[in-house]
């Protein structure tokens, strides 16, 4: 890999040990994804804290601690993603009813790391949609370093910035990524063509659609026609299953998304190499893999996959608004829109019908803490593919609907979604 003057004197130590280790990771992470050079951030960085990446390249927390009291700065601005596993509940944590995170100093002691981290200038979103709490975006075109399913097509599709999955301690540091795939014109146009051909409306369909694409696409980027204008909770659903399903982290819907104002500038002007037709059938199918439960029981609801918007809250509220719940639910959110929930007295409606407003983190994240539980409800595909993996051996039973079909099963306590 080309590295110019500046950055040759960084991996020689010029520049200091962590300097130094970090530009080895990035060279080594280059020429593994066959880059030719690194680039410049511009735009911003969302990052795991607390995730160090690759044994060889360990930053460790007292390398961390020494930068940030010597005043060093992350290079752009940068922003939390939750922590990652174990994670902890940022708030909320006092009412939900499970250890370790119900104890104080098991708060106390997961907050404390972060210090640091927050000292050099990242930002406190904690949260695995931060984007749209960020109060700070890349501009089209700009450069940057993000991680997470749902994050990574809204950086290059929804706001035609560009990324690849490499926001870490590294990238923020240095600002700077190696030059591949996404971050280069020539891999950003559309190369399938996927028409939907069944209408889609509620959020659930757009799970499910996400799901079915990321499955039939595999690399390809494709260009989504036939699937209306989506709202903001629709878009973030459609992307953490594109990228759950399968491993979509651009794509186009023509006359939306910023790359491509006709159909024709999606695929700049190529033919595509496969047509692709996603039928209801083929949502049925994936909501039918997603229902894994064998009675209809359920002990326990999950809802903020990814974490809700302030909009899903609101909704959520109305829902529960004067009812009672039998089973456990939590209501994941992010830290500033938990805010948000409290000051309009979401939050209070909502815990007042005996859920929990929490904050920050997800049971997958968490390492399966959540209340005791062998059915589980949720409205997210993405929660629903990984936490069974994650409580393995423990069989868990997952089924998988509406928000309201959930809503519902945490008040009766019986699961009555069905394929409509
Ligand atoms: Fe977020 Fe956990 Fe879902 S991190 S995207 S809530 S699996």
Known sequence: MHLTDQEKRILDGGQGEIAQKCMQFLVAYGEAAGAERLVDLDGTVDLHPGQFWVADYVITPEEIDELANKGEKFKVPTFANKATAPGFIYDGWERCGTLPNSDP??????????????????????????????????????????????????????????????????????????????????????????????????????????????????????????????????????????????????????????????????????????????????????????????NDHVDFVYLGCPHYNIEELRKVAEYLEGKRCKTPVWVMTNPLTFKAAEMMSLKDT?????????????????????????????????????????????????WYGTTEDCIEAAITGKWRGEWR
């Open 350 to 398: 909502i815990e007042k019908a005996g859920a929990v407003l929490l904050s920050g983190t997800c049971c997958g994240l968490l390492m399966g803490e959540m209340p005791p539980s062998g059915v589980m409800a949720t409205d997210a595909a993405k929660q629903d593919y990984y936490i069974t993996g994650i409580v393995y051996p423990k069989r868990l039973e997952v």
């Open 105 to 294: 100093e098991y708060h106390k002691k997961c907050t404390e790391p972060f210090k640091p981290w927050i000292k050099m200038g990242m930002v406190p979103t904690f949260s695995c949609d931060n984007y749209l709490v960020a109060s700070y975006l890349p501009a089209v075109g700009q450069h940057c370093a993000w991680v997470e399913s749902s994050a990574i097509p809204w950086v290059n599709a929804v706001l035609g910035a560009r990324s690849n999955f490499d926001g870490c301690f590294q990238t923020a540091y240095l600002g700077k990524v190696p030059a591949y795939d996404m971050q280069l014109d020539e891999n950003r146009m559309a190369t399938v063509l996927v028409e939907c051909a069944s209408e889609l409306k509620a959020d659930m369909d757009y799970d499910l659609f996400g799901w079915a694409v990321g499955e039939a696409c595999g690399l390809e980027v494709p260009a989504l026609v036939g699937i209306g204008k989506p709202t903001t909770s629709q878009l973030v659903k459609m992307n953490s299953s594109l990228n759950t399903g399968g491993q979509v982290r651009m794509y186009h819907i023509p006359g939306v998304t910023p790359e491509a104002p006709t159909l024709e500038a999606a695929f700049k002007g190529n033919r595509y190499k496969k047509r692709i037709t996603i039928t209801r059938e083929d949502l049925k199918r994936v909501y039918e893999v997603m229902n894994y439960a064998s």
